[in-house]
């Protein structure tokens, strides 16, 4: 991965300017159905539409740029294609970065920030895997990139679907068959979910982090049920001195 500018074969950078900013909660049993159910078919549709000579390939760009209001995507002479795909952070789950003290080996756990949006150069034959390595290297992150996931968004009759793509797709060339428009397709990288957490997978201290974050999440339920009930208790109350009164 490389930081520069140029349209090379196998370049993935990242956009300095970040727009937008997400986070997101682990997979629902809707989602789990909406992956098992949508995938397939998205992936058979994109199969038989998979352009199979550089004239198709030319002929795709040139359509994708004409719909494309920014960045369009750029056709070098060997066949490979560049552009830029926008990766959404949906991440439930604090991170792990270098610490700020002078010790080297420090590290420390905390939030990335909600809804951000990172903008990625990349080109037709970069996967999946590099997409993930590049972002966690943009933001300094030092988990094991395998906690990591990066999904397709798709929008379909008013509701968010979500496939979990494999490390070795290609997300420019998903993005060329999709189009630019961001309701048929968009890219967010999320915790690599399964169906049980792997929680040996995680350091003490992540660990310890959690039972903390889970403390304050009992200690805000436990607040927003006491409202509540507080509050009707209040109602009945009212209503019970008024028919005395």
Same mark, same amino acid.
């Given at each position: 991965?490389?930081?520069?500018?140029?349209?090379?074969?196998?370049?993935?950078?990242?956009?300095?300017? +970040?727009?937008d900013i997400a /986070?997101?909660?682990?997979?629902?049993?809707? /989602?789990?159905?909406?992956?098992? %159910? $949508?995938?397939? %078919?998205?992936?058979?549709k994109?199969?038989?539409?998979?352009?199979?000579? #550089?004239?198709e390939i030319t002929a795709r760009i040139a359509e994708y740029n004409s719909k494309a209001t920014e960045n369009g995507m750029k056709l070098n002479e060997d066949g490979v294609y560049t552009g830029f795909i926008k990766v959404q952070l949906k991440l439930r789950r604090p991170v792990t970065v270098p610490g700020g003290g002078a010790d080297a080996v420090e590290k420390t756990? /905390?939030?990335?920030?909600?809804?951000a949006v990172k903008q990625l150069h990349?080109? +037709?034959?970069?996967t999946v895997d590099e997409v993930i390595q590049g972002l966690l290297t943009k933001f300094m992150v030092l988990d094991n990139p395998r906690k990591f996931?990066?999904?397709? $968004?798709?929008?379909r009759d008013g509701q968010d679907l979500f496939q979990k793509l494999a490390i070795s797709e290609h997300p420019l060339y998903l993005r060329l068959i999709a189009g630019p428009d961001p309701e048929c397709l968009t890219f967010v990288l999320k915790e690599n979910e399964t169906v049980e957490v792997e929680w040996h997978a995680f350091s003490v201290p992540e660990?310890?982090? /959690? #039972?903390?974050?889970?403390g304050r999440e009992e200690e805000e339920r436990v607040r927003q049920v006491q409202k509540k009930y507080g509050e009707y208790r209040e109602k009945l109350q009212e209503a019970l001195n008024g028919k005395l009164g």
């Open positions: 991965m490389t930081g520069s500018n140029s349209m090379s074969s196998g370049y993935c950078s990242l956009d300095e300017d +970040s727009e /986070f997101f909660t682990a997979k629902t049993t809707f /989602f789990r159905q909406a992956q098992a %159910k $949508q995938g397939p %078919k998205s992936e058979g994109e199969e038989d539409h998979e352009p199979k000579s #550089l004239s756990s /905390f939030y990335l920030p909600s809804d990349i080109s +037709s034959s970069t996931a990066l999904y397709r $968004q798709m929008h660990l310890h982090n /959690f #039972l903390m974050i889970l």
